[in-house]
T-cell receptor, first 112, second 113 residues
Framework: AQSVTQPDIHITVSEGASLELRCNYS??????LFWYVQSPGQGLQLLLK??????LVQGIKGFEAEFKRSQSSFNLRKPSVHWSDAAEYFC??????????FGSGTQLTVLP | EPEVTQTPSHQVTQMGQEVILRCVPI?????FYWYRQILGQKVEFLVS????????KSEIFDDQFSVERPDGSNFTLKIRSTKLEDSAMYFC???????????FGDGTRLSIL
């Protein structure tokens, strides 16, 4: 069975600083990987996805993620964080039955 | 604007009562999913639904749960006899194909008293 680990429960960065959120997955085959963002009281918004091909994928809101098979990682990055990026971020892997398995999430706080 | 509309946004129900949560996809997709998120915990898969049939379900999705698409549009999740531990956010998602990204609604907060 697949699993996702997000080692950082909470990250705090200053506005304008760079950001990297970590995600490690466990899956037997080539994974389909996703990052979602959840603002308070809102649903899950898809930031980006990796299915195949280029291991560096671009998403919305200036986010990108890099798939590293050798490290079983799919870390999310942003060069310059904005205050509106404060939210909870979830990494997910899609299994063979197409259900998503989510990590526990990383809460991002942005300081002014 | 979410690509899936969920109603109600908040449902408060007495333990033992039946609840029906509704999901209306904006576009005509065939793949639907229900997930739940208990406060402070991970988002968990409940069930996937394709071509008017359940295609996969998790251990959570026991006999108390059922899904259907009664009118070809609304996609519903029914909990027959709610328990306190059913209190959670319930998210509906839809996808354009079996390996397409899933897009989520804003969720229904279910509170069992």
């Amino acid at each position: 069975a697949q699993s996702v680990t997000q080692p950082d429960i909470h990250i705090t960065v200053s506005e304008g600083a760079s950001l990297e959120l970590r995600c490690n997955y466990s899956y037997g085959a080539t994974p389909y990987l996703f990052w979602y963002v959840q603002s308070p009281g809102q649903g899950l918004q898809l930031l980006l996805k990796y299915f195949s091909g280029d291991t560096l994928v671009q998403g919305i809101k200036g986010f990108e993620a890099e798939f590293k098979r050798s490290q079983s990682s799919f870390n999310l990055r942003k060069p310059s964080v904005h205050w509106s990026d404060a939210a909870e971020y979830f990494c997910a892997v899609q299994g063979s039955a197409r259900q998503l398995t989510f990590g526990s999430g990383t809460q991002l706080t942005v300081l002014p | 604007e979410p690509e899936v509309t969920q109603t109600p946004s908040h449902q408060v129900t007495q333990m033992g009562q039946e609840v029906i949560l509704r999901c209306v996809p904006i576009s005509n997709h065939l793949y639907f999913y229900w997930y739940r998120q208990i406060l402070g915990q991970k988002v968990e898969f409940l069930v996937s639904f394709y071509n008017n049939e359940i295609s996969e379900k998790s251990e959570i999705f026991d006999d108390q749960f059922s899904v259907e698409r009664p009118d070809g549009s609304n996609f519903t999740l029914k909990i027959r006899s709610t328990k306190l531990e059913d209190s959670a956010m319930y998210f509906c998602a839809r996808a354009g194909g079996p390996n397409q990204p899933q897009h989520f609604g804003d969720g229904t907060r279910l509170s069992i008293l």
